[in-house]
């Protein structure tokens, strides 16, 4: 269904230019279409007026140009290695403001970029030739949909504030990332997976639906709406937005939750419920101790422990954690872990985990936290939240459906141990994955690894921009050497499954650091590209929405 978010209640988000022929049968077409009724019950007029769309904002948009004190700080994201130079950015606060802000950049021929927490891991919005920024942080309204049945979140809603408000107000949450000032926007289009991902599946796992503002053949940007629903005539628009990254389609000003198996009218069960508590433990094996074959043998316990219970009826998939073995000049090898306490024998399991990664070392590992905390106190804990958004970084990622190979763990040791580089904060960060990440069928949506069990990557965390060349050239020379028997990048084979797309990398569309003739789409995408290249062509005819690693239309 489709529509121009007209309603009764208020103006057009549809930024009209001069009328002319094409644009009047075009705006025809898209009425017509909104007359389809779903499954769900509800008319797209209807849907409309639910989601507030077309309301006038109640706080206007802020426009922010380099003599503006505040410029300094919006032209950058996370990652201070990326600082722009935009002529202004476009701080909206409602679809409206979107819409206009969008239409203008198409009038005007300048390079639009959307944000909405600013974690891009490369330069997709602060790219030299971007002239303006849309950003949507102060989009960040959290509430739920009675007549969707589903929670409608704002792409700049925090994951911390969208957890914070679907548990005080539903004793909810969506099984989404760590990082707590990650936004919902770009986090949810790539996937979204975290701490909860092995129990209760990915974000995109529980998305119904978005609202998107797109920009037509003719110029026309105007808002729409996609769900999964059977008889949308939009759903492929919905299905590119269950993993196909951002800054793709349009701009998503909306996005509606609800679990595939919910059921009734009660808010309170239209999403999973987390756990009560958790327990959380940090252990550490030091780097004095660590011979290369304990490295070895930690190494491969680890990934064994993985390939034998991350299947979705494991009663391991309560459990989620993070290795971390830190370049020797930080001290130690970290695991940090986190189990869902309500589960029967919960300290049981967690313990026979970390006992059996251990196994074979010889040594005890450093205990230094083990406590029980309610989940939603969890939810920050720095064991699994992101960086200092004060350094620069950079981070190349892996999928793995088994442990890990000899050539692998070797490289990984050679790198770090190495004695010509020193960064304390330099590390593999391998996280548990599969559970019941791995119960969806691959093609069900845009994410195609389901049967991958560890998901990691190569990372170096720095803060002086003299540096970038070393801690750059280390990260890329450990994966390369990681992954040397596949053309230094993890081609999907037995024990490779390709890259996740939330961690941008344009390394692997580089020759230099990609020799195995498998492009960087396909090790993202797989065989979803062409369809999500189909997409593309309907619903962004002309490239408007574009970056070093965008989808090309088909």
């Known amino acids: 269904m489709s529509s121009p ?18 644009t009047f049968l075009s705006g025809t077409a898209v009425a017509g279409g909104a007359l389809a009724v779903t499954a769900a019950g509800i008319s797209p007029a209807t849907a409309a007026a639910t989601a507030r769309a077309d309301a006038p904002a109640a706080v206007p948009a802020v426009t922010v140009r380099p003599s503006d004190r505040r410029y300094a700080d919006l032209r950058r994201g996370t990652n201070q290695r990326w600082v722009g130079s935009p002529d202004q950015i476009v701080l909206a606060t409602s679809t409206g403001d979107v819409v206009r802000a969008v239409q203008q950049a198409v009038d005007s021929g300048r390079r639009l970029a959307v944000r909405s927490g600013g974690h891009c891991y490369e330069d ?10 849309l950003d949507l942080s102060r989009m960040d309204d959290i509430s739920y949909d009675e007549r969707r049945r589903a929670f409608s979140v704002q792409p700049g809603a925090a994951l911390g504030r969208v957890y914070d408000r679907l548990y005080k107000g539903w004793g909810v949450y969506l099984p989404a990332g760590n990082c707590p000032t990650v936004a919902a926007g770009g986090h949810i289009q790539g ?42 005539p939009h759903r492929e628009l919905w299905w590119a937005h269950t993993g196909g990254g951002g ?47 304990r490295f070895s043998r930690l190494m491969w316990n680890h990934g064994e422990w993985h390939t034998h219970n991350s299947a979705p009826d494991s009663p391991y998939t309560a459990l989620f ?119 969806v069928a691959s093609a069900d949506t845009a994410v195609p690894q389901r049967d991958s069990v560890l998901k990691y990557q190569v990372v170096s965390l720095w803060n002086d921009a003299a540096d970038d060349d070393a801690h750059i050239t280390w990260v890329r020379e450990c994966y390369r050497d990681m992954f040397a028997a596949t053309g230094g990048v993890p081609v999907p084979n037995e024990t490779n499954d390709g890259c996740f797309v939330n961690y941008a990398d344009v390394d692997l569309g580089d020759p230099r650091w990609n020799t195995s003739g498998v492009p960087w789409h396909d090790l993202y995408y797989k065989n979803g590209y062409r369809r999500l290249q189909k997409v593309k062509a309907t619903w962004d005819p002309t490239g408007l929405f574009r970056h070093a690693q965008s989808i090309r239309p088909a």
């Not at 309170?268 to 004095?288: C, D, H, K, N």
């Not at 993070?322 to 306490?341: C, E, M, T, Y």
């Open 124 to 133: 997709f919005t602060t790219h030299q030739e971007i002239a303006v920024v």
């Open 191 to 232: 996937g979204g997976y975290g701490s909860m991902s092995r129990r209760d599946g990915l974000a995109v796992d529980h998305l119904y639906g978005i609202e998107i503002v797109v920009v037509q053949a003719d110029g026309t940007a105007r808002a729409v709406t996609a769900t999964r629903e059977p008889d949308d």
């Open 5 to 22: 978010m007209s309603s009764p209640a208020g103006p057009p988000t549809t930024v009209r230019k001069p009328v002319h022929r094409r």
């Open 321 to 439: 954690s993070q290795l971390k073995p830190f370049h020797r000049s930080n001290g130690a090898v970290v695991l940090d872990s986190l189990i869902d306490a309500g589960v029967p024998g919960a300290e049981r399991l967690l313990q026979n985990y970390i006992s059996e990664v251990g196994a074979g070392l010889g040594i005890q590992p450093q205990v230094r936290q083990y406590r029980r905390v309610p989940w939603l106190h969890a939810t920050q804990w720095p064991g699994f939240t992101g960086p200092d958004p004060t350094v620069r970084f950079k981070g190349k990622s892996v999928y793995a459906r088994r442990t890990y190979t000899d050539v692998q763990i070797a490289a990984a040791h050679h790198h770090l141990t190495r004695d010509d580089f020193h960064n304390p904060s330099a590390l593999l960060m391998i996280a548990s994955y599969g559970g019941a990440v791995n119960r």
């Open 247 to 293: 800054g793709n389609f349009g701009v998503v000003t909306r996005y509606w939750l609800r679990s595939h198996d919910a059921r009734g009218d009660d808010p309170t069960a239209q999403l999973p419920t987390p756990p009560r508590e958790v327990w959380l433990s940090e252990v550490a094996w030091p780097w004095e101790q660590l011979t290369e074959a």
